[in-house]
C-alpha cells in the first residue's frame, strides 16, 4: 500500500493539489453530484512502445493469472525496487490494451458517491488497510471527502502493489471528474457572465426611470427622517372624534337640565373625545381618553309624584352624545383603561384571552360583546341616535374603576364560532376611601356573559349583572352617583323606592339579558334584546324591571359606509311590585299620584358618509307616553348630528 500511495501522491500532487485547492471554497457543502463515470480514453493518447515496457507488461500479465477471476483492477505485481519505478508506468502493448481499458473502465466507475464525504466510510472500510499506515490519512481524506478510489470486492486496497500509468490516469480521472461536479453543483446559482451582460442593458435602457425612483426614494427618506424627528410618540397613537349636534324636541311638556323649553326650541352643542393609544409590546393597549361636551339630554314626562317634586322628567331622552356632558365644555379623563393578553388556561383550550383594567370611567361594552351591529358605536357619532338602541340597557348597570377577563374557547369555536365568556368587577367609588364607599363597600357591578356566533351571520350573547346600588342612587347610571345619574329609562325603573312612595332606599339588583344578532345578507342585519332585572329594595321589597327592543339596519345603503336604520322598544320601565305590608298604605297612595303605563321606544336615522372622516345623521326619535306617564305627551326628538374623526 505504501508504494502505491507514493507513487500516486508523487506524480498527481501537482495537478489533484491545484485542483483541490481552487475547489475547496466551492464544495464546502454536502453538495450532491451526479454519480460519477471515469473513463481512461485510451484512443486519444498517443502511445510509444518500447521493447522493454511490453517485456514488463508481459511479465505483470503472467502474474495476474494467479490472481481471482473476479478482480477488477490489474492484479498486484511484485515488489519492485526503486530501480523498476520507471517500468511500473510504462504503456501496455497493442495486443493487451483493450483488456486493460476494461478493467480501468470498471476500476473507475465503481461505486462513485453524490456527496462530500457524506456518509461514507473513509480508509476503514478496507480490511488491508490500519490507521497505522503511514499514508492512512491520506487515503481516508480522499474517500470521505470523494469518494473517487475503489478497491476490490473482497474489501482490501492492496495499497504495496506497483501503479501503471493507466491506473493513475484512471484514479485522477475519477477524482477530478468528482470535483468537477461538486463544484457545478455548488455553483449552479452563481451569476454568469451572460446574466451581468443583461442587467447591463437593462440598466441603460431604463436609467431614467431608475434616476426619477431615485429621487423619490430620497424625498420620501427625508420625510421620514422628518416624521421621526417631530413624531408625538413611538408608542402612542392618537384617535379622535368631534360631534356637532343640532336638536330638538317637539313635545311641550320637556326640559332640558330641568328648564323648560316649549315647543320649537333647539339645543346646538358639541361632544369631544381625544384618544391616546399606546401599546408597549404590541398587543397590549393603554387608553387615556380626554373628553369635553356642553349638550345636556332631554328630560321627558313626570310622575304627578307631590311626595317628590324633584322626579319631573325621565332618562329616555339620552342621546350618545349627551353621555360625556362635561358642563361647559371642561375637560376631563372620562376613561382610563389598560387592555393586555391573557394566557393563564392556554392548556384548557382557552386561547384570545385578554384582561382589562380600568383606573376610570369603565363600562361593560368596553370587554363584552353587545351583539348589536350598525346599532352600537360605544356611545360614539356613527351608530344609533339614542342610548337605549345602541346597547341592552344591562350594559348599564354599573361602571368606573375595575377589572374584567374575557376568555376566548378555541373548542367551541370550531362548532359555533367565535365564543368568548367575560367576567368583570366595576365599582363606581372606588377612588373614594370613606365609609360606605370604595373598591368593595360601595356600588359596584358584576357581570358574567357567554357569547357565540354561529354560521357565521348568527350572534348570540347571555348576560347576566350582580348590583348594589346605594341609597338614592340609579339603577341604569354607567357608574355615575346620585338618583339624577341614570342614562336610559324611566325614573321610576332608576329609582324604584321613590317611584312607589317609600324614600330612598339600598337596592341590590339581579339582571338577567339576551342579546341576538342575524345577518342573512350583506345588506341587511336584524338584531334584539330582552333584560328582566329583579330589584330588592333593602327592608322594604320586591320589583319588577323590564326592557326589549329589535332594530334593522340597512348598511351601505345608497353609498358604501351608509347605514339606514330603525329600532323599537320599550325603556327600562317598572312594571310590577311586591312591598312589606307595613308599606302597603304607602305605595297604594302613590299609585293615585302616578302612573306604571308602557311607552314605546321608535327611532330612524340614515347615517350618510361624506367621506372617510366626516358623516352626516339625520334622525327622529318619538316616544309615548314618557316617563311611564299617559298623561305626558309624546316626544318627538329631531336630531341632525355631525361627526368629525381623525
Same mark, same amino acid.
Given at each position: 500500500?505504501?508504494?502505491?500511495?507514493?507513487?500516486?501522491?508523487?506524480?498527481?500532487?501537482?495537478?489533484?493539489?491545484?485542483?483541490?485547492?481552487?475547489?475547496?471554497?466551492?464544495?464546502?457543502?454536502?453538495?450532491?453530484?451526479?454519480?460519477?463515470?471515469?473513463?481512461?480514453?485510451?484512443?486519444?493518447?498517443?502511445?510509444?512502445?518500447?521493447?522493454?515496457?511490453?517485456?514488463?507488461?508481459?511479465?505483470?500479465?503472467?502474474?495476474?493469472?494467479?490472481?481471482?477471476?473476479?478482480?477488477?483492477?490489474?492484479?498486484?505485481?511484485?515488489?519492485?525496487?526503486?530501480?523498476?519505478?520507471?517500468?511500473?508506468?510504462?504503456?501496455?502493448?497493442?495486443?493487451?490494451?483493450?483488456?486493460?481499458?476494461?478493467?480501468?473502465?470498471?476500476?473507475?466507475?465503481?461505486?462513485?458517491?453524490?456527496?462530500?464525504?457524506?456518509?461514507?466510510?473513509?480508509?476503514?472500510?478496507?480490511?488491508?488497510?490500519?490507521?497505522?499506515?503511514?499514508?492512512?490519512?491520506?487515503?481516508?481524506?480522499?474517500?470521505?471527502?470523494?469518494?473517487?478510489?475503489?478497491?476490490?470486492?473482497?474489501?482490501?486496497?492492496?495499497?504495496?502493489?506497483?501503479?501503471?500509468?493507466?491506473?493513475?490516469?484512471?484514479?485522477?480521472?475519477?477524482?477530478?471528474?468528482?470535483?468537477?461536479?461538486?463544484?457545478?453543483?455548488?455553483?449552479?446559482?452563481?451569476?454568469?457572465?451572460?446574466?451581468?451582460?443583461?442587467?447591463?442593458?437593462?440598466?441603460?435602457?431604463?436609467?431614467?426611470?431608475?434616476?426619477?425612483?431615485?429621487?423619490?426614494?430620497?424625498?420620501?427618506?427625508?420625510?421620514?427622517?422628518?416624521?421621526?424627528?417631530?413624531?408625538?410618540?413611538?408608542?402612542?397613537?392618537?384617535?379622535?372624534?368631534?360631534?356637532?349636534?343640532?336638536?330638538?324636541?317637539?313635545?311641550?311638556?320637556?326640559?332640558?337640565?330641568?328648564?323648560?323649553?316649549?315647543?320649537?326650541?333647539?339645543?346646538?352643542?358639541?361632544?369631544?373625545?381625544?384618544?391616546?393609544?399606546?401599546?408597549?409590546?404590541?398587543?397590549?393597549?393603554?387608553?387615556?381618553?380626554?373628553?369635553?361636551?356642553?349638550?345636556?339630554?332631554?328630560?321627558?314626562?313626570?310622575?304627578?309624584?307631590?311626595?317628590?317634586?324633584?322626579?319631573?322628567?325621565?332618562?329616555?331622552?339620552?342621546?350618545?352624545?349627551?353621555?360625556?356632558?362635561?358642563?361647559?365644555?371642561?375637560?376631563?379623563?372620562?376613561?382610563?383603561?389598560?387592555?393586555?393578553?391573557?394566557?393563564?388556561?392556554?392548556? #384548557? @383550550?382557552?386561547? *384570545?384571552?385578554? %384582561?382589562?383594567?380600568?383606573? $376610570?370611567? +369603565?363600562?361593560?361594552?368596553?370587554? &363584552?360583546?353587545?351583539?348589536?351591529?350598525?346599532?352600537?358605536?360605544?356611545?360614539?357619532?356613527?351608530?344609533?341616535?339614542?342610548?337605549?338602541?345602541?346597547?341592552?340597557?344591562?350594559?348599564?348597570?354599573?361602571?368606573?374603576?375595575?377589572?374584567?377577563?374575557?376568555?376566548?374557547?378555541?373548542?367551541?369555536?370550531?362548532?359555533?364560532?367565535?365564543?368568548?365568556?367575560?367576567?368583570?368587577?366595576?365599582?363606581?367609588?372606588?377612588?373614594?376611601?370613606?365609609?360606605?364607599?370604595?373598591?368593595?363597600?360601595?356600588?359596584?357591578?358584576? #357581570? @358574567?356573559?357567554? *357569547?357565540?356566533? %354561529?354560521?357565521?351571520?348568527? $350572534?348570540? +350573547?347571555?348576560?347576566?349583572?350582580? &348590583?348594589?346600588?346605594?341609597?338614592?342612587?340609579?339603577?341604569?347610571?354607567?357608574?355615575?352617583?346620585?338618583?339624577?345619574?341614570?342614562?336610559?329609562?324611566?325614573?321610576?325603573?332608576?329609582?324604584?323606592?321613590?317611584?312607589?312612595?317609600?324614600?330612598?332606599?339600598?337596592?341590590?339588583?339581579?339582571?338577567?339579558?339576551?342579546?341576538?344578532?342575524?345577518?342573512?345578507?350583506?345588506?341587511?342585519?336584524?338584531?334584539?334584546?330582552?333584560?328582566?332585572?329583579?330589584?330588592?329594595?333593602?327592608?322594604?321589597?320586591?320589583?319588577?324591571?323590564?326592557?326589549?327592543?329589535?332594530?334593522? %339596519?340597512?348598511?351601505?345603503?345608497?353609498?358604501?359606509?351608509?347605514?339606514?336604520?330603525?329600532?323599537?322598544?320599550?325603556?327600562?320601565?317598572?312594571?310590577?311590585?311586591?312591598?312589606?305590608?307595613?308599606?302597603?298604605?304607602?305605595?297604594?297612595?302613590?299609585?293615585?299620584?302616578?302612573?306604571?303605563?308602557?311607552?314605546?321606544?321608535?327611532?330612524?336615522?340614515?347615517?350618510?358618509?361624506?367621506?372617510?372622516?366626516?358623516?352626516?345623521?339625520?334622525?327622529?326619535?318619538?316616544?309615548?307616553?314618557?316617563?311611564?306617564?299617559?298623561?305626558?305627551?309624546?316626544?318627538?326628538?329631531?336630531?341632525?348630528?355631525?361627526?368629525?374623526?381623525?
Amino acid at each position: 500500500m505504501s508504494k502505491l500511495l507514493w507513487k500516486f501522491q508523487i506524480i498527481g500532487s501537482a495537478a489533484l493539489g491545484a485542483v483541490l485547492a481552487l475547489s475547496s471554497a466551492a464544495i464546502a457543502s454536502d453538495s450532491k453530484a451526479p454519480k460519477q463515470v471515469a473513463l481512461a480514453d485510451a484512443q486519444q493518447a498517443e502511445v510509444t512502445l518500447e521493447s522493454s515496457e511490453v517485456s514488463t507488461l508481459a511479465k505483470e500479465k503472467a502474474v495476474d493469472a494467479v490472481e481471482p477471476a473476479n478482480a477488477i483492477v490489474p492484479p498486484e505485481t511484485l515488489e519492485l525496487q526503486p530501480s523498476q519505478l520507471a517500468q511500473s508506468f510504462s504503456t501496455p502493448s497493442a495486443d493487451n490494451t483493450s483488456e486493460v481499458l476494461e478493467e480501468i473502465n470498471r476500476y473507475s466507475t465503481e461505486n462513485g458517491n453524490n456527496s462530500l464525504g457524506a456518509q461514507v466510510e473513509g480508509a476503514a472500510k478496507f480490511r488491508d488497510v490500519s490507521p497505522s499506515d503511514w499514508a492512512y490519512q491520506a487515503l481516508d481524506d480522499l474517500v470521505k471527502r470523494y469518494d473517487c478510489l475503489v478497491g476490490y470486492p473482497n474489501g482490501t486496497f492492496r495499497g504495496n502493489r506497483a501503479l501503471s500509468r493507466y491506473e493513475f490516469a484512471a484514479g485522477l480521472n475519477a477524482c477530478l471528474n468528482q470535483i468537477e461536479r461538486l463544484i457545478a453543483a455548488a455553483t449552479a446559482d452563481f451569476v454568469t457572465k451572460e446574466d451581468l451582460e443583461k442587467i447591463r442593458r437593462l440598466l441603460q435602457d431604463f436609467e431614467a426611470e431608475l434616476l426619477v425612483l431615485g429621487t423619490r426614494v430620497d424625498n420620501l427618506e427625508a420625510r421620514v427622517a422628518f416624521l421621526e424627528d417631530h413624531q408625538f410618540s413611538t408608542t402612542t397613537k392618537l384617535r379622535g372624534e368631534v360631534i356637532f349636534a343640532l336638536t330638538n324636541n317637539f313635545g311641550n311638556d320637556a326640559s332640558i337640565s330641568g328648564v323648560t323649553t316649549g315647543i320649537g326650541e333647539a339645543a346646538f352643542g358639541d361632544r369631544v373625545r381625544l384618544e391616546f393609544n399606546t401599546s408597549f409590546t404590541g398587543k397590549d393597549r393603554l387608553v387615556t381618553r380626554l373628553a369635553a361636551g356642553n349638550l345636556s339630554a332631554f328630560r321627558l314626562g313626570t310622575t304627578g309624584l307631590s311626595t317628590d317634586p324633584n322626579t319631573t322628567g325621565s332618562f329616555e331622552g339620552y342621546q350618545t352624545f349627551n353621555i360625556g356632558n362635561t358642563g361647559n365644555n371642561n375637560v376631563i379623563v372620562d376613561w382610563l383603561a389598560y387592555y393586555f393578553p391573557f394566557q393563564g388556561f392556554n392548556s #384548557l @383550550g382557552v386561547e *384570545n384571552s385578554y %384582561a382589562y383594567i380600568a383606573a $376610570a370611567g +369603565g363600562i361593560w361594552s368596553d370587554i &363584552a360583546p353587545t351583539t348589536n351591529p350598525y346599532f352600537e358605536d360605544f356611545d360614539g357619532g356613527n351608530g344609533a341616535l339614542s342610548a337605549f338602541a345602541s346597547e341592552n340597557p344591562i350594559y348599564r348597570i354599573g361602571g368606573g374603576a375595575g377589572g374584567a377577563i374575557s376568555f376566548g374557547f378555541s373548542p367551541i369555536e370550531s362548532v359555533l364560532g367565535p365564543s368568548t365568556v367575560t367576567l368583570g368587577y366595576l365599582a363606581s367609588e372606588a377612588s373614594n376611601p370613606g365609609a360606605g364607599q370604595g373598591l368593595l363597600n360601595g356600588n359596584y357591578a358584576a #357581570l @358574567g356573559q357567554i *357569547n357565540f356566533n %354561529a354560521f357565521d351571520y348568527f $350572534a348570540v +350573547g347571555l348576560t347576566y349583572v350582580h &348590583a348594589y346600588h346605594g341609597t338614592d342612587n340609579a339603577l341604569f347610571d354607567l357608574g355615575g352617583a346620585g338618583r339624577q345619574s341614570g342614562i336610559v329609562g324611566s325614573y321610576l325603573a332608576n329609582n324604584p323606592g321613590r317611584g312607589l312612595g317609600v324614600g330612598a332606599t339600598p337596592v341590590v339588583s339581579n339582571s338577567y339579558g339576551a342579546e341576538v344578532a342575524f345577518r342573512p345578507t350583506d345588506w341587511l342585519s336584524v338584531s334584539g334584546f330582552i333584560t328582566k332585572t329583579d330589584a330588592r329594595l333593602i327592608g322594604v321589597g320586591d320589583v319588577d324591571i323590564w326592557t326589549y327592543g329589535a332594530g334593522l %339596519a340597512l348598511p351601505d345603503l345608497g353609498k358604501e359606509g351608509n347605514v339606514l336604520g330603525f329600532f323599537a322598544g320599550i325603556q327600562p320601565t317598572l312594571k310590577g311590585f311586591s312591598v312589606s305590608p307595613q308599606f302597603n298604605a304607602t305605595v297604594s297612595n302613590t299609585l293615585t299620584q302616578t302612573r306604571l303605563d308602557e311607552g314605546w321606544h321608535l327611532e330612524g336615522f340614515y347615517k350618510y358618509q361624506v367621506s372617510d372622516n366626516i358623516s352626516i345623521t339625520p334622525g327622529v326619535i318619538w316616544l309615548t307616553r314618557p316617563n311611564q306617564n299617559n298623561n305626558s305627551r309624546s316626544a318627538v326628538i329631531g336630531t341632525l348630528r355631525t361627526t368629525f374623526t381623525f
